[in-house]
C-alpha cells in the first residue's frame, strides 16, 4: 500500500515540530523542564504516556513557565506563532523507562502524511539531528512531540459511541456480539504510541462505528462481550488504525458502501461480512483478518 502524499499543510506542521523539538531538546538540559514532563506524561490523560502543550505551557519550572523556559532563544512571540501552527501540539514519552533525574533524551518528531514507517529524525541537546528506525522502539527513552489523535479542536477527549444495551433483542432480531478481538499488527509506529482501534458495523437496523479503547496494541484483548447492536440482516465489519480526521475517504468494501468517513491516512485492518445464519445459533464465528481475528455470534 503507497503512503499517502504529504499535503501542503502537513508539510507546514511538520516543519513547525522539527523547530519545536529542536527547542525543547535544548531545553531538557534543565532537569526541571524533565521532572515536569516526565510527570504530566505519566498521568496518561488519554490513555497513553503523552500531554498536550496547552497543558504544559503555564505550569512552573523553576521560577518560570514552560512556556517562558522554551522561549529563551525563540522568544516568546515567536514560540506563541509556532505551536499555534500544530493544532493539538503534544508532547509523549516513548521507549524505554526514562529517569528524569538523570538521562537527557533525544527529542524526535512524529510526522504527519507521508511513511509512517520512515526513519524518524530526533534532536540531542546540541541540536544535532539523528535517525531512529521507525518501526522498531529504541532502547532509550525518548520524547517525541507530534499531534494528538484522541483529543477535539478544544482539545478534549473524544466522546466514545454508545454501545447497545445487551437487553435490547427483539423478536426474529439476533444480537451481533463481538466476545473476543486478537491483535496481531496494530499498524501503528512507535512514534504515536498506542493504537486507536475503530471498526463500523452495519446490517439492516445496526449501524455502530467507534473505538474499542481497550484494545491498543498486539497482546490486549476484549475485557467484555461488546454487543453492537440488533439485526435481521447480514453484518459488515469494518475495521482501522485511526490516524486522521479530516473524513475525506468514504467507506466502502467491494461496492458496499459503510454510509461513513474517514481520513484517508487511516490504516485499514481488514472487513469481512457475517452471514445472518452465523448469528442464529451459540456457537462462536471466529474471522482472522490478518491483523486481527474477530470473534462473533
Same mark, same amino acid.
Given at each position: %500500500?503507497?503512503?499517502?502524499?504529504?499535503?501542503?499543510?502537513?508539510?507546514?506542521?511538520?516543519?513547525?515540530?522539527?523547530?519545536?523539538?529542536?527547542?525543547?531538546?535544548?531545553?531538557?538540559?534543565?532537569?526541571?523542564?524533565?521532572?515536569?514532563?516526565?510527570?504530566?506524561?505519566?498521568?496518561?490523560?488519554?490513555?497513553?504516556?503523552?500531554?498536550?502543550? +496547552?497543558?504544559?505551557?503555564?505550569?512552573? !519550572?523553576?521560577? +518560570?513557565?514552560?512556556?517562558?523556559?522554551?522561549?529563551?532563544?525563540?522568544?516568546?512571540?515567536?514560540?506563541?506563532?509556532?505551536?499555534?501552527?500544530?493544532?493539538?501540539?503534544?508532547?509523549? !514519552?516513548?521507549?524505554?523507562?526514562?529517569?528524569?533525574?538523570?538521562?537527557?533524551? =533525544?527529542?524526535?518528531?512524529?510526522?504527519?502524511?507521508?511513511?509512517?514507517?520512515?526513519?524518524?529524525?530526533?534532536?540531542?541537546?546540541?541540536?544535532?539531528?539523528?535517525?531512529?528506525?521507525?518501526?522498531?522502539?529504541?532502547?532509550?527513552?525518548?520524547?517525541?512531540?507530534?499531534?494528538?489523535? +484522541?483529543?477535539?479542536?478544544?482539545?478534549?477527549?473524544?466522546?466514545?459511541?454508545?454501545?447497545?444495551?445487551?437487553? %435490547?433483542?427483539?423478536?426474529?432480531?439476533?444480537? !451481533?456480539?463481538? !466476545?473476543?478481538?486478537?491483535?496481531?499488527?496494530? %499498524?501503528?509506529? =512507535?512514534?504515536?504510541?498506542?493504537?486507536?482501534?475503530?471498526?463500523?458495523?452495519?446490517?439492516?437496523?445496526?449501524?455502530?462505528?467507534?473505538?474499542?479503547?481497550?484494545?491498543?496494541?498486539?497482546?490486549?484483548?476484549?475485557?467484555?462481550?461488546?454487543?453492537?447492536?440488533?439485526?435481521?440482516?447480514?453484518?459488515?465489519?469494518?475495521?482501522?488504525?485511526?490516524?486522521?480526521?479530516?473524513?475525506?475517504?468514504?467507506?466502502?468494501?467491494?461496492?458496499?458502501?459503510?454510509?461513513?468517513?474517514?481520513?484517508?491516512?487511516?490504516?485499514?485492518?481488514?472487513?469481512?461480512? %457475517? +452471514?445472518?445464519?452465523?448469528?442464529?445459533?451459540?456457537?462462536?464465528?471466529?474471522?482472522?483478518?490478518?491483523?486481527?481475528?474477530?470473534?462473533?455470534?
Amino acid at each position: %500500500m503507497t503512503a499517502p502524499a504529504q499535503t501542503q499543510a502537513q508539510a507546514k506542521t511538520n516543519a513547525a515540530l522539527h523547530t519545536f523539538a529542536r527547542q525543547l531538546a535544548a531545553g531538557l538540559t534543565d532537569p526541571n523542564m524533565r521532572s515536569l514532563i516526565a510527570q504530566q506524561t505519566a498521568l496518561q490523560f488519554d490513555g497513553d504516556t503523552e500531554v498536550l502543550y +496547552r497543558t504544559l505551557a503555564a505550569q512552573a !519550572v523553576g521560577s +518560570r513557565t514552560f512556556a517562558q523556559a522554551l522561549s529563551t532563544e525563540l522568544g516568546a512571540q515567536s514560540l506563541t506563532a509556532l505551536t499555534a501552527q500544530v493544532p493539538n501540539l503534544q508532547v509523549a !514519552v516513548r521507549g524505554a523507562a526514562w529517569d528524569p533525574a538523570r538521562t537527557i533524551p =533525544w527529542v524526535a518528531v512524529a510526522p504527519e502524511g507521508g511513511d509512517e514507517y520512515a526513519p524518524v529524525v530526533a534532536y540531542d541537546a546540541q541540536g544535532r539531528a539523528h535517525q531512529l528506525d521507525g518501526r522498531t522502539p529504541p532502547s532509550a527513552p525518548v520524547v517525541v512531540v507530534g499531534v494528538n489523535e +484522541r483529543v477535539d479542536a478544544d482539545g478534549q477527549l473524544l466522546k466514545e459511541a454508545p454501545l447497545p444495551s445487551a437487553a %435490547m433483542a427483539a423478536q426474529g432480531c439476533y444480537q !451481533v456480539k463481538l !466476545v473476543r478481538l486478537d491483535l496481531y499488527d496494530d %499498524m501503528e509506529p =512507535w512514534t504515536k504510541g498506542k493504537a486507536e482501534i475503530w471498526v463500523a458495523v452495519k446490517g439492516t437496523g445496526i449501524g455502530w462505528h467507534g473505538q474499542l479503547k481497550m484494545v491498543t496494541e498486539p497482546g490486549d484483548y476484549l475485557d467484555a462481550i461488546q454487543v453492537f447492536g440488533c439485526t435481521s440482516s447480514d453484518v459488515r465489519f469494518y475495521w482501522y488504525e485511526k490516524d486522521g480526521s479530516n473524513f475525506d475517504f468514504e467507506i466502502s468494501v467491494n461496492g458496499y458502501g459503510f454510509g461513513i468517513k474517514i481520513d484517508d491516512s487511516n490504516d485499514f485492518l481488514g472487513s469481512t461480512t %457475517m +452471514r445472518k445464519s452465523l448469528f442464529e445459533g451459540t456457537s462462536v464465528n471466529t474471522v482472522n483478518l490478518g491483523n486481527l481475528k474477530q470473534y462473533t455470534h
